[in-house]
Each structure stands twice: as C-alpha cells, then as structure tokens.
C-alpha cells in the first residue's frame, strides 16, 4: 500500500500531499512524488521542505533515504540546498503549464470612470486592519480549544454576548444572547428566513429599495408588495387600507433611515406598524444597515425596542466595517429562535467562527466604537463637503436623507433623472438614479433623484468628483 504524508504549515510553506506509490524503492517513490509535486506547481518555488527527520518519521521511513532524494532533486536543479536556510523548491523550476489553459475572466478594464460615488460601500481604505489583526492575535491566543471545531450555528457566544450589550447599548435593542443567531450579513437573514421557511410571503416592502434584495426574495418564492414612501418614511396606514397590502404576512422596514430615499421612520408611524403586527399577528422585519451612522440628532433607535417578540432585528458589519467580512446578526423573537437554528443545519457552515471571535474582540475592547465614531466623523465632513458644493454651485437642488448613512439623494425636477445619469456619465461619474430602486409594482409617484454615495471616493478625488457632478445637475429653471 502506498504510504503517505500531509505536510503542515509549520514545517513548509504551503499544505501538500505526497504518496510514495509506485514500483521502485522508497527513495525512488519519494524522488518522484516530490518532483511531480515541484513540476505541477503545487510545491511553489522557494518554499521550504521539511527537515530530513520530520519527514522520514512522517512517512516512516529513514532519513536517509530523505536526504538520498532531496539530494536527487538538489542535482537536478528541482531543489536548492544552502546551509542555514534549508531545503527549498529552486527559484527556476517553473510548473509545466497544462496544453489547454483554464479560460480566465478578461481582466477589468483598465479604465473605468474618473469619479465612483456608487453608493453601497463604506470606505474600502479605511479598514482598521491593524484593529483587526490585534484582535484576531488576541481571540485566538484566548480561544480554548473547542473553538477549533465544527462552529454552533447560533454563533460564537462571544459575539452573541458582546452583540447583545453593544446593540443595547447603541441602538436600544432589547434581548439577551439566547435570541441573537450569527449569520453572514443581511441577505443571508433574508435567505434562512424565507428560503427556511421560518416565514412566508407575501411580504411588504417599502416602494424604493434594493433590487438584489427584491430578486433574492423572488427566488425564495416570495411575493413582495410594495408599500408608499412619503417624508415620514413608509405609509404603514397602507397595510390595513389597500387590499393588496391586507394578505401580507410580513413587512421588511428601514426605520432607521429609508434606503435608498433618506428618512427615519416617524415615531408614530414606527408604534403603528408595532401595532399593526400584534393586532394581526404578523411579523416586522427591521433593517438597520447603517444605524450607527447618525449624524445631526440624536440616534433614531431600533423599532425592535418598541417590541421584542413582533420585531425581527437585522444587522451587519457590512457598512460599518467592510462587505468583505460577512458577519452579520439577526435578533429574533423567542419563537423564530428554534426554526432559524433548524433552517441553519447542524453545524455553522456560513460565519467564520474565527472571524466571529475576532469580531466580539473588536466589540468588547472598544476598537469597535473607536472605529465608528472615527468613520461617523469622516462621513459627516464627506456629506458637508457636499452640501458645501451644492450650495455653492446648485442652490436649487435639495438633498434628501443627509442626517445618516453613507449616500444622500439628490432631487430633481420629474423627468430629468435620465438626463441628469446621462450628463453625470459625460462628467465621468458612476452612480445611479432612483429609478433603479423602485419596486416594479409601486403604485406612489415616482420620485426622481440621483443616489450619490460619498464614502468611497479617495480623499484627493472628492471635491473633483463633487465639482463634476455639480456641473451634471440640471441648471435652475
Ligand atoms: C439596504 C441594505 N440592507 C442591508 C445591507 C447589508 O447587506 P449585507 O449584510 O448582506 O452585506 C445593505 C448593504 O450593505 C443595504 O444597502
């Protein structure tokens, strides 16, 4: 039979699986695992092989036969040998490209357009990786060991307790660790929600949001019906006066700030649409993607406050930290714990548990509220900048949803939103109209605007990229 080893990380660079088959004797079976191993690339050149003693007593057999083959390659030119630094895989020994080469994706074009205000992302650069990777040292010097194995799809409990404080403490969020269950980020919530069945459509939605969000409720067989947006936010009235709204069995709400049109949610409206869902047993979803990001008043709180057990709580470190991470939470009411764990599986197959506990790290030493008051700080001069800029070169344009978040939308006249995308595409600016966000079956006028997004933009391009798409806006009338 043939004997074989698994190289770890420790002993060389990169993990590896040789099998000492063949006729021959083992120093033959070796010299030829090892230099296929080396010809298909998967041993990369420089990277260091094993000492001759760890490897014989991981494939049993003697060190001198190890060091008979390395010396084989060393000949060869597979291998280098150099005293002090070991055995390496030689600079020169490039892997045999296969005759057929995989087809690869074209490379993005090189130009793109001179200013991205594309709203969706919080700003790439300013990542707190050093945060990150003190308390990523930190969370795994501290792990016991159980942590290593297969992740409880409820989530770390870590997280779930710093969760539970942090969300109390910020956004007046009211639960303990039990209801809180780990997740990828908000479109994964959505995902076990309905694709688990733990509900069912159909489901209200407001009249402007996230057709990525429209279309993975779509494919989860979920009807949404659209309800209207007026300055308050959505017309929760709607949900017990239009017929249509009547059959819904659930509503998915951003009470905090309406995506993509601005406002929060008017206090009356946010204890109605509580009210609405005890008085007809129905469930509200609230979306708080951006909740820590507030800037003129004090912080809108959580609808789920008003009532634990009718109020679904979804958030994520997608706007707070980086879509890159894929961390997110979902605060349940005490019934839909059990059926979100059931539509979870067995064993967490979606949050990096080593990740989950970096991120409770990040929360309960408080880099996490440095990181956000930091990033608070650095939108709120981003948003100024460009109200400034409005001000100065387009008094007549209104900019809505200015008070949170990480985009604001500029009005415009009805019927210029086309003219204004395409003029703004001459300036060489990306960004989209408000016309993408509409729900097809929204029956509320629609509204014209353009969505520009101000976190991404590097620091040297913003005021050109403001300056530009000032010269996009249409002109006074
Ligand atoms: C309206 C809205 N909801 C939720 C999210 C978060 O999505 P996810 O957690 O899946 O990245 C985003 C984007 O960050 C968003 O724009």
Redesign the pocket.
Known sequence: MADSWVNSAERIGADLHVELAGSGSRRAALTRALRSAVQDGRLAPGTRLPPYRSLAADLGIARNTVSQAYAELVAEGWLTARQGSGTRVAPRAEPVRPARVAVEPPPRAAVGPAHNLM???PDAGSFPRGAWLSCARRALNAAPNEAFGPGDPQGRIELRRALADYLARVRGVRTTSDRIVVC???????RLLFGGQVLRGPLAVESY??AF?RSLLAAEGVRTVPVGLDEQGARVAEFSQRPELKGVRAALL?PGHQ??TGGPLHPERRAAAVDWARARGRVLLE?D??GEFRYDREPVGAVQGLDPERVVY??????SLS?AV?L?WMVLPEQLVEPVLAAKGMREAWASVLDQLTLADLIESGAYDRHVRRMRQRYRSRRDQLLAALDEHAPHITAAGIAAGLHAVLRLPVGTEGAALKAAARQGIALDGLAGYRHPDAVMPAQDGLVVGYATPPDHGYQAALDALCRALPPMR
């Open positions: 709203q969706g992302q990828s980020g908000f479109a994964h919530a959505l949001g996230l969000h951003t995506f993509p979306d993607y951006d979804l958030g994520s470190v997608s706007k879509p894929r997110g």
